[in-house]
T-cell receptor
Framework: EAGVTQFPSHSVIEKGQTVTLRCDPI?????LYWYRRVMGKEIKFLLH????????ESGMPNNRFLAERTGGTYSTLKVQPAELEDSGVYFC?????????????FGSGTQLSVL | GQNIDQPTEMTATEGAIVQINCTYQ??????LFWYQQHAGEAPTFLSY????GLEEKGRFSSFLSRSKGYSYLLLKELQMKDSASYLC???????????FGTGTRLQVFP
């Protein structure tokens, strides 16, 4: 069974540019989460989808971040325009419907560097 | 809110036992989790405690005391491959999100 996959693994962009991160959850997992780790800090929650609906987006830093999950399968996280403080590792995770908030399966993350 | 504290780094010897502590201040949570993360890889689920007490899973055990705001992860018969970061996290009431500590980087030496 394929795990959670994220693309790209690394992205280097200039301040003001746009970047789109993609996450493919484990097939059949209704729950999809985005987390972020800024260097030296803890992993922080960004938002949670249940199928295509945003269940909780309390962790989204500001309106420069837009997450979508059309069709309830893969998800994208777009940062527009990117700022220096957006640099970090963006993790995606998924879980089965009945295991929401319990066992999360994480992807390896996208390392975003904004210069 | 939740404040989760863990030691930043620990070292141990192959074959030994190590205990990684986690203290937290939170108004309430569904459960306490431990994840393992090797450098550059995805965090992987290790354990989940809801009730007070010890949960054992092979060489790894996790303990929770809600009254003391305290948990620990116990790793026995350490192997070199156990060198990784260990993340303590709680899931607040009425949410499905995790609040993580900064993690403890464990280095196992031969």
């Amino acid at each position: 069974e394929a795990g959670v996959t994220q693309f790209p693994s690394h992205s280097v962009i200039e301040k003001g540019q746009t970047v789109t991160l993609r996450c493919d959850p484990i097939s059949g997992h209704d729950n999809l989460y985005w987390y972020r780790r800024v260097m030296g800090k803890e992993i922080k929650f960004l938002l949670h989808f249940v199928k295509e609906s945003k269940q909780d987006e309390s962790g989204m830093p500001n309106n420069r971040f837009l997450a979508e999950r059309t069709g309830g399968t893969y998800s994208t996280l777009k940062v527009q325009p990117a700022e220096l403080e957006d640099s970090g590792v963006y993790f995606c995770a998924s879980s089965q419907a009945e295991a929401a908030g319990i066992e999360l399966f994480f992807g390896s993350g996208t390392q975003l560097s904004v210069l | 809110g939740q404040n989760i504290d863990q030691p930043t780094e620990m070292t141990a010897t192959e074959g030994a036992i190590v205990q990684i502590n986690c203290t937290y201040q939170t108004s309430g949570f569904n459960g306490l989790f431990w994840y393992q993360q090797h450098a550059g890889e995805a965090p992987t689920f290790l354990s989940y405690n809801v009730l007070d007490g010890l949960e054992e899973k092979g060489r790894f055990s996790s303990f929770l005391s809600r009254s003391k705001g305290y948990s620990y992860l116990l790793l026995k018969e350490l192997q070199m491959k156990d060198s990784a970061s260990y993340l303590c996290a709680v899931s607040p009431f009425n949410t499905d999100k995790l609040i993580f500590g900064t993690g403890t980087r464990l280095q196992v030496f031969p």
